[in-house]
Every structure is written in C-alpha cells, then in structure tokens.
T-cell receptor
Framework: AQRVTQPEKLLSVFKGAPVELKCNYS??????LFWYVQYSRQRLQLLLRHISRESIKGFTADLNKGETSFHLKKPFAQEEDSAMYYC???????????FGTGTQLKVEL | DGGITQSPKYLFRKEGQNVTLSCEQNLNHDAMYWYRQDPGQGLRLIYYSQIVNDFQKGDIAEGYSVSREKKESFPLTVTSAQKNPTAFYLC?????????????FGDGTRLSIL
C-alpha cells in the first residue's frame, strides 16, 4: 500500500525565514511526487512535480529515494506563501493520487 | 478558471436522504475523480473514472455511487448508507495522455446534515 506522511499540521515562520515542508512516502515502485497548494478561498492547484525539476514561486522539491522524501523548500518565506500544502504520490496504474494530510503554512510579519 | 465546475457550493441533507453532487469539466479530460476532504485527514479518494461508462472504487467508496455517462460529467451520489457524510467534496479531472499529468480541481461542495 502507498502512503504519504506530512508530519506537521501547522508550520509557522517569519517573513524572510527559510521554509521546509516535510513529506515522506511509502511505495515499493518508482513514485511520481507532486506538491499541491490551496490558498485561502481558492481551489486546490498544482504547485510543482518532481519530474519537472522546476522552481515555482521560489519553491523547490527534490525527490530523495534513499530517504523516501520529497520535502518542499523555499529560502525566504513571503506573506503570500501562507496556504495549505499537500504532498501527493502517484504510483501503480492509472492517474489516481494518494494525498498526505496537509501542512498549513503561516508566514508571520 | 472555469475548467471544472462543481455545484452546488453548499448542500444540506436530511437523514435517510440521497443527494447528488454535480461535477462538469470542459477540459476534454478523460479521467475524473471524487475526493472527500476532512479536517486533519487530507484528501481521500472516493471514486474515479478513466473513461466514459467505466469507474473504479477508491479508498472510501462505501455509501457513495457514481456514473460516467458523458465525458464531461461525473456526478457523485451520497446515499443514506453513508453514515458520516458531512464533509467537503472535491472533484478533479486529468488528461490521460502521456505521463505525470496533474489533476485539476473544482471549488468543492460542502455537504452538511440537517
């Protein structure tokens, strides 16, 4: 069975501080990992995916197969980064995703 | 961003009543999904469909039913057998061509019990 773990329900940082949202997964095959974000009063949307190796809004995430992790990082947090972040895994057949429980990021001034 | 439209935004159900949540997409996506979102539990997959006239159970399908008669529509019925239906329901769709296609989400429907 595949599983995604986000250990922090809430992460509070000051503006300008580094951010790291943790995500660990459990999957026997070759996983595809995603980060989704939900800003206040907006729909859930894709932030980034590991296969693209991209930086979106200053966020990056590297897939570490040895540690089975896909942590989301940003060197300097901005107020507009405050949102709910979900890590998701796609494994096996089809395109269905397994989501973590989410981490609420709060960036304080 | 009207690619996926869910209606209604809020829905109230009486005990013993079935209710149907609507999900329509104009993205020409083959696959559609229904998730349930509860506080502290993230999103859990209820049902999904990869092609018209076919669908599969997700992790928490009991008490729910779906149909996929048209590519653009994937309604979810919450039956009276679902004993704890109060939740936020999200519909999503994705392209099936190629790999690593992201899912696109609707605004959600909040269901409450009267």
């Amino acid at each position: 069975a595949q599983r995604v773990t986000q250990p922090e329900k809430l992460l509070s940082v000051f503006k300008g501080a580094p951010v790291e949202l943790k995500c660990n997964y459990s999957y026997s095959g070759s996983p595809e990992l995603f980060w989704y974000v939900q800003y206040s009063r907006q729909r859930l949307q894709l932030l980034l995916r590991h296969i693209s190796r991209e930086s979106i809004k200053g966020f990056t995430a590297d897939l570490n197969k040895g540690e089975t992790s896909f942590h989301l990082k940003k060197p300097f947090a901005q107020e507009e980064d405050s949102a709910m972040y979900y890590c998701a895994l796609r494994g096996g057949g089809g395109n269905k995703l397994t989501f973590g429980t989410g981490t609420q990021l709060k960036v304080e001034l | 961003d009207g690619g996926i439209t869910q209606s209604p935004k809020y829905l109230f159900r009486k005990e013993g009543q079935n209710v149907t949540l609507s999900c329509e997409q104009n993205l020409n996506h083959d696959a559609m999904y229904w998730y349930r979102q509860d506080p502290g539990q993230g999103l859990r997959l209820i049902y999904y469909s990869q092609i018209v006239n076919d669908f599969q159970k997700g992790d928490i399908a009991e008490g729910y039913s779906v149909s996929r008669e048209k590519k653009e529509s994937f309604p979810l019925t919450v039956t009276s057998a679902q004993k704890n239906p109060t939740a936020f329901y999200l519909c999503a769709s994705s392209d099936m061509t190629g790999s690593n296609q992201p899912q696109h989400f609707g605004d959600g429907t909040r269901l409450s019990i009267l």
